[in-house]
């Protein structure tokens, strides 16, 4: 006789209700293109809305912004979304006075 088995989910990790990837393709299609840090802000700004829908005490865990650029970057070895080819100096306040400034890269659905 086979025994039902119980389905747990995997410790560790970060479980959103909100998936990162299907964010930003669903950020991208809404608004076109932007870039990784748009995006990142975009995603704990909508973590919050959500958490304080459901009325919960704690907000979520926020992704850190390199795994959020790691998805960013699966995405696009999948060839979901691309490089749509601008690039434009940060304006960033942290980088005033920097002689080269990091350069902000934009991604589009394919």
Known sequence: MV??????????????????SGFIIGHLTAKGEDYISSMHRAYKAELDRIAQEKGRRYRY????????????????????IEFSGREEESDSPQFQGWEHKPMRRYYRLK
Not at 3 to 20: A, C, D, I, M
Not at 61 to 80: D, I, N, T
């Open 3 to 20: 025994e039902e088995l119980k389905v747990t989910r995997q410790r560790g990790g970060n479980h959103h209700p909100l998936s990162v």
């Open 61 to 80: 865990h926020k992704p850190r912004y390199h795994s959020f650029e790691m998805s960013v970057q699966m995405l696009a070895r999948e060839g979901r």
